[in-house]
């Protein structure tokens, strides 16, 4: 009995012992996230109503600027790369429902100046002007975009011509950096 207990105690060190020819392998986990903006409020309606001064009044059937002026709208979004940008197009309110040609005296015309204000960064844009305005950088991005307008005004200050009138403000996130794959 003793003899196997002396046997029993002599294996134990290589029971217990280190591992002789162990190896450790590796696996290696990685990902991409696109660089990408998205609107999650992509839209908003402004709706002005009657845009001139009403009868009786010092200008009469002509723009009033206040129906236009501090409208505001928020559309909310987000950009995850640093180098994101935000730009700002104003199209003029223009009369849908007549389209002959410009008569002395009256406008089909209603222009104004549009900024959204982002992150701290402000865009804008004239209607006045036929090209989008200067991107500004928002970088990393989410929450608010508010859309003010302001300058309302009509190319001659004449009489507005009766009818439909619309336009649009497009605010553009977009952002400017690509990390994808080939």
Do not use: H
């Not at 402000?122 to 991107?135: E, F, L, R, W």
């Not at 605010?171 to 794959?181: E, H, I, K, Q, R």
């Amino acid at each position: 009995m003793r003899r196997l207990s002396l046997l029993a105690l002599a294996s134990l060190p290589f029971i217990i012992g280190p591992a002789f020819a162990q190896s450790t392998g590796t696996v290696t986990v990685n990902g991409s996230v696109a660089d990408r903006c998205l609107f999650t409020t992509p839209s908003a309606v402004i709706a002005l109503g009657e845009m001139t001064n009403g009868g009786g009044v010092a200008g009469a059937g002509k723009l009033d600027p206040s129906r236009v002026n501090g409208q505001s709208r928020t559309l909310i979004g987000w950009c995850n790369g640093t180098a994101a940008t935000m730009g700002v197009e104003a199209q003029p309110l223009l009369n849908s429902d007549y389209t002959g040609p410009a008569i002395s005296g009256f406008d089909a015309r209603v222009d104004y100046t549009a900024t959204a204000v982002a992150n701290g960064v402000t865009a804008s844009d004239s209607s006045t002007i036929a090209t989008p305005g200067s991107v500004a950088g928002i970088g990393l991005f989410t929450g608010n975009v508010v859309v003010n307008l302001s300058a309302a005004s009509t190319p001659t200050s004449g009489l507005l011509v009766a009818g439909n009138y619309g336009g649009q403000v497009l605010v553009t996130l977009a952002p400017n950096v690509s990390f994808g794959g080939k």
